[in-house]
Structures are given as C-alpha cells and as structure tokens.
C-alpha cells in the first residue's frame, strides 16, 4: 500500500472519466467486455478501441494497474535495435528456448511461439503510445539473458500512465469500482459478465465477446494453499485485488485450467507490512548470503531453483547485499526504499563489510570470503552479462524471504488467446495475462510477465474482434 501512495505521490496518472453506482440505471451494451485494468487489460482495451469497437473496461479498484503499476516494470523482448550497440546478439529462437527450456518444457510450445514473435511488434506499439525505454538492456534476477528493457519512468508507471491516456483519448468507456464476478452464457457462448458496485448487480452484455485479464490469485492465501500448501502463509508482491474472482467464474462454466500449483515467489521483506527493497533486480550487482555469511546459491539460478534455496535455509530466509555502485544504477523508488527501510531498521548500510557483518551478526571473515569469491568468480562471465564486484562503500543489505509473486497457472487458451473448454474453443470467451497458464510452465523467467500481459493483450482484442 506505501508503494502505490509513492506512485500516487510522485507521478499523477491522468484522471479518467468514471461512471459512479448511481449512472447504473441500465443495462449496458458493448462490442467487449474487458474484465481488469492491469496491464494486460489496458492493452486490450485499448486495442480493441482504436479497430473500432465500443469497449467497457471493468475494474474493481478506484484506479488503474494492477499488478503491471507496482511491478519492476522490467520488459523482456528481443530488440536488435538496443541489443546490437551492446554487443548483444539475440533472437526469437534463443527467447523461445529460454522459455521453454527453463519452465522445464511443461508449457505450451504454441502459446511460447506466439509470444516471442508477437513481443516485438507489442513492444513497437507501446512505443508509439508514448512508452519511453532506456537504451540499457539487461539481464534481471532470473532473466537468463540481456533482453529485459527498463522504462524511463519507475516500476510499471510508464504503461499505465501511456495506455491510460490513450484510453481517454479513444473515450473507452472506464467503470472503476465495479467487481466482475460471473460469467454469462447464452447457448454455449459467453455474452457478458455480471458486475456488482458494492450498491447493486447489473448485467453487461457484449456482442463480440469478453476479455479476462483479471489477473492471479497470488494474493489469496487460501487458493494458494489449495494448490501449494507450503506457501499459503508467505506474504506476497502481489496486488490486493489478485482473488483469483475470474478464474473461479471460468471454472464455473466449464473453463479447462493448467499448471495451477506452479507458484513463483521472489525475495522481500519477512513482514508483510514492511518496505518492499529491490536490490536483487539486477543480476549483475548483488549477492545472497545466509544467516552464517555463506553464499550458499548462484544468484543466477532459475527462479524456482532460488526459491527452493532460500525456502531450505534454516530460517527460511537470507540477505542480499549491494554495494553503494548498484544502488546508484537503481530507479528512484528503489532508491528512496532503500533510504527508508535502512533508517527504520528494515534495510542495512554500512561504511565497511566488517560494519555489516557486526550489523547482520554473521562472522566478518566468513562474509567477507563470501563477497570475494563472488568477486573473483566475474573473471569467467560472459562480456554480454559481465556482473560488477561489490567493492564500492557504503555497503548495503536487506533480510529477505521468499513472497508470493506470480501464479503461472490458469485458463487454458490457444495461440488466439481463446478460452478452452475440453480443449475446443469458447465463442465469446478471451484472456491475457496472468489469469492464463500454459506460458511459462514450471518456471517464469525475469522480464516476461509484462511482455506475456501487454503481447496476449492484444491478441486478445484482435482475436475478439476478427471471430
């Protein structure tokens, strides 16, 4: 909540024209219904808006993002146009394989075709919306490859700040405050969603059809638990409004599912309450240590790999330490968070390691052979994904476990972004984003939920449209 009063603070997303409960005095009609405005929803929406269609976009929260505005922002997409002058070659058969190699090959080799050939041109549209990206390319924590673009502004403010203006300049119409939570069919096909305001229930119907992109389920506990009952009690990144709603409504009607138990978690705070500190987002920059000094895992594991390490720990939890360097390189928030969370206790910064070993109380020499090995080791990187030593004072560090942050599992969908029910298409039924599965497999890799939302995204809007 800190984090979204931050975005809220520092970069005013334009003001769009809602509807409130008492303009619901009838039923509406459409050509889609997108149901979420997150990041994958804003993409369809306004896609299908600018090929011509009237479009109702349904959101629960007063505002717009969802989990794409707290995200890292980081979008993964093979651009030869950035990756070239860095040294960086690249290309959609080696995206294709990083995805499908490293979700254990369990996804949908289709779905993954899709996207990493469809990235580039979503990447060019978001471009054209106003979306500025700096001309680093990197690789993040659990990426695998310097292919991850950083937006100019933090996190994911830049897509929804862009996509959010383009829906006022198209006049979609935006219902805020309004819960989807069934969905309607009439002879097999879906024709709209029942909404509620909190006052009142009222239909929507749509003539082409309705867009899920409603997000996971990551921050309900209890669904979690159903499908991993080890993490039901971990924290996590993800926004409040990630119930898991749509994909219930989906499975009400029938909607066939996948890979629901595969749950990604990431390192933050141990107290759900606490400053979320980011100093592993760049790969090249930091080091995890356990409660005894030790580096106990390469930090360019797989993601699942990490989570598994970090989850085996004693104290089910490590540090992560950076080096004053790094942090510079980081964006405003993190480095603002990272102020903070060290002048209330939740981070650490120190003018020395043997400082920060006394302030972590791990043995000073056992951390300082750790942070020299790791340093030694860079001699043997790749020149593409170099990482730098951690040398430069005043030292930084944050006790960190594992969150929850991104459910893998969802609706099934083929390469159109239709929903499946006993593997055929439903008429009427879409959905992008991470209310889907069947893209990423066992593990997701750094960069490409955004490229995944903001890709099948438009699909989704096109599908809709040409069915």
């Known amino acids: 909540m800190l984090r979204r009063k931050i975005l809220q603070t520092l970069f005013t997303l334009p003001a769009l024209q809602t509807l409130s409960a008492q303009e619901f005095s009838r039923k509406y009609d459409c050509d889609v219904i997108v149901v979420g405005g997150g990041g994958a929803g804003l993409a369809a929406a306004v896609r299908a808006s600018e090929l011509g269609a009237k479009v109702i976009l349904v959101e629960k929260y007063p505002f717009l993002g969802g989990n794409t505005l707290i995200s890292g922002g980081f979008l993964g997409v093979v651009d030869p146009k950035r990756q070239e002058p860095l040294g960086i070659d690249d290309c959609a058969d080696r995206h294709f394989k990083d995805i499908w190699e490293n979700g254990d090959k369990l996804a949908n080799p289709g779905l993954i075709k899709k996207l990493v050939h469809e990235a580039p041109m979503m990447l060019a549209w978001l471009e054209e919306k106003g979306v500025k990206f700096q001309d680093e390319v990197i690789e993040i924590y659990g990426s695998h490859f310097p292919r991850c673009h950083k937006p100019i502004y933090p996190n994911g403010t830049a897509y929804v700040r862009a996509l959010t203006s383009s829906l006022m300049a198209l006049k979609t119409e935006v219902l805020t405050n309004t819960s989807a939570f069934k969905l309607i069919q009439e002879k097999e096909r879906v024709v709209g969603v029942r909404v509620c305001t909190g006052i009142k229930e009222f239909l929507i119907r749509a003539s082409k059809g309705v867009i899920l992109t409603s997000g996971g389920f990551g921050a309900n506990p209890n669904l979690v638990a159903k499908y991993d009952a080890r993490l039901g009690r971990l924290p996590t990144n993800c926004s409040s409004g990630s119930k898991g709603e749509m994909l219930l409504a989906a499975q009400a009607i029938g909607i066939d599912c996948v890979d629901l138990n595969e749950i990604q978690c990431l390192p933050g705070p141990l107290d759900k309450n606490t400053l979320r500190v980011r100093f592993h987002n760049d790969i090249r920059r930091f080091i995890f240590v356990n409660q005894q000094g030790q580096r106990f895992v390469d930090e360019r594991a797989r993601r699942d790999v990490l989570k598994e390490k970090i989850l085996s720990q004693a104290s089910q939890s490590c540090f992560c330490i950076i080096d004053n360097e790094a942090l510079k ?20 910064k120190a003018e020395s390691l043997e400082e920060l070993a006394t302030l972590l109380s791990v043995p000073s020499e056992v951390l300082k052979h750790s942070i020299k090995e790791r340093n030694d080791s860079i001699r043997f990187d790749e020149p593409h994904s170099r990482r ?5 004072p005043p030292f930084w560090a944050a006790h960190v476990g594992m969150r929850i942050h991104y459910t893998m ?8 972004a239709n929903c499946l029910k006993k593997g055929e298409p439903v008429k009427g ?6 209310v889907t599965g069947g893209i990423h497999g066992r593990n997701r890799i750094g960069g490409n939920g955004l490229t995944d939302a903001f890709t099948f995204g438009l699909i989704a809007a096109e599908s809709v449209l040409s069915s």
């Open 388 to 392: 730098f030593p951690i040398v430069q």
């Open 329 to 348: 390189t980081y964006d405003l928030l993190v480095r603002r968070d990272a102020v903070r969370a060290a002048e209330s206790g939740a981070a650490f």
């Open 409 to 416: 599992g969802g609706v099934k969908i083929n390469d159109l």
């Open 429 to 434: 039924l879409y959905a992008a984003g991470e």
